[in-house]
């Protein structure tokens, strides 16, 4: 059977069935833990879509985005060379420039912090003693340019205070304390959380 089928600009086929597109949401929805939050499959504006919020007392990345937090209305422009580009219909944003020029200085996201808790500290003469290896794993993921710091738990009687470790201790290493395995930290750069 040799059957020839016509299909029209901007129609789809299945077979020999022709109907009209889809239209492309620009994202699918995915569902984690009952809570619906979708993932953008297409580019939209970086400059007035909603993809960050203020937690934890700092701007952070949200976990889950909604359907309106998103702006997918761009459209191409030309410039004055004649290259096509993407531009927010709503703010004019430049898909070409980076986000964070184009954004205010108090916009600018400030990076969140991993805490490491470091289990079988002690305190003696003065220092907080952990382990060398642990010390030493953490320095080099600094020096990578991960943003982590050391956290202690010190029990007080019933309470149980968290200290941080400054980082001014990294530009100070010969006030470090080496005692076989174990590394001291004198107490003045511990901070409580």
Excluded at 24 to 35: H, L, Q, W
Excluded at 86 to 111: I, M, P, S, W, Y
């Amino acid at each position: 059977m040799n059957s020839k089928v016509n299909i029209p600009f901007g129609h789809k086929a299945k077979c020999m069935e022709v109907s009209e597109p889809v239209k492309d949401t620009g994202f699918y929805e995915r569902n984690t833990k009952g809570r619906i939050s979708i993932v953008p499959t297409t580019t939209y504006c970086p400059s007035c879509s909603a993809t960050h919020e203020f937690k934890y007392g700092k701007v952070i990345r949200k976990w889950e985005l909604k359907h309106q937090d998103l702006n997918f209305e761009l459209s191409y422009q030309k410039d004055e060379k004649g290259n096509l580009y993407a531009q927010c219909d709503d703010c004019g944003f430049d898909l070409r420039k980076d986000v964070v020029n184009h954004r205010t200085e108090e916009d600018k996201l400030e990076k969140v912090k991993r805490d490491i808790y470091l289990e079988g500290a002690y305190y003696k003469e003065g220092c907080y003693f952990i382990n060398y290896e642990d010390f030493k794993a953490t320095l080099q993921n600094l020096k990578e340019g991960d943003n982590v710091r050391f956290c202690i738990k010190q029990k007080i009687g019933p309470s149980l205070n968290i200290l941080n470790l400054s980082e001014e201790i990294f530009k100070n290493l010969d006030k470090l304390v080496i005692e076989g395995s174990k590394v001291g930290i004198p107490r003045n750069y511990w901070r409580n959380n």
